[in-house]
C-alpha cells in the first residue's frame, strides 16, 4: 500500500506562483504513476498533471499546459507541482493520486487507488 501527504498549498494572488509536494510511502512497486488532481467548489473532481516514478510527465490538463510543471524526485520518494500564473479558477483543493498498474497514466481518477488527503490553493483577483 502507497500513502500520500499533500503538502505546499496556501492563498495567492493572481499571477502569482505555488509548488505543492506530495510525499510517498516507500513502495515495494518499482515504478507507478503518479498524478494530481484538483477538486474546486460545486466541480467534479479533475486531472491535472501525471508522471510515472523514473520517466516524463504523460498528462496535462490543457487548462494548465504552459502554466504548470510536474516532477518527481525518486529518491525522496516525492512528486511536485510547480503552478506558476495562478489564476482564481485555479482555487481547488489538490489531490496527490498513485497506481502502480495504470497504464495509460492519465487524468482520469479511475485509474488511480491511492489518494492524499488534499491540499487547498486559493488565488485571489
Known amino acids: 500500500e502507497v500513502q500520500l501527504a499533500e503538502s505546499g498549498g496556501g492563498s495567492v494572488q493572481t499571477g502569482g506562483s505555488l509548488r505543492l509536494s506530495c510525499a510517498a510511502s516507500?513502495?515495494?512497486?518499482?515504478?507507478?504513476?503518479m498524478a494530481w488532481f484538483r477538486q474546486g467548489p460545486g466541480k467534479e473532481r479533475e486531472g491535472v498533471a501525471a508522471i510515472y516514478t523514473g520517466g516524463h510527465p504523460t498528462y496535462y490538463a490543457d487548462s494548465v499546459k504552459g502554466r504548470f510543471t510536474i516532477s518527481q524526485d525518486n529518491a525522496k520518494n516525492t512528486m511536485y507541482l510547480q503552478m506558476n500564473s495562478l489564476k482564481p479558477v485555479d482555487t481547488a483543493m489538490y489531490y496527490c493520486?498513485?497506481?502502480?498498474?495504470?497504464?495509460?497514466?492519465?487524468?482520469?481518477?479511475?485509474?488511480?487507488?491511492?489518494w492524499g488527503q488534499g491540499t487547498q490553493v486559493t488565488v485571489s483577483s
Open positions: 516507500a513502495s515495494t512497486y518499482s515504478s507507478y504513476c
Open positions: 493520486a498513485a497506481d502502480p498498474w495504470s497504464l495509460k497514466c492519465g487524468g482520469s481518477l479511475y485509474e488511480y487507488s491511492y
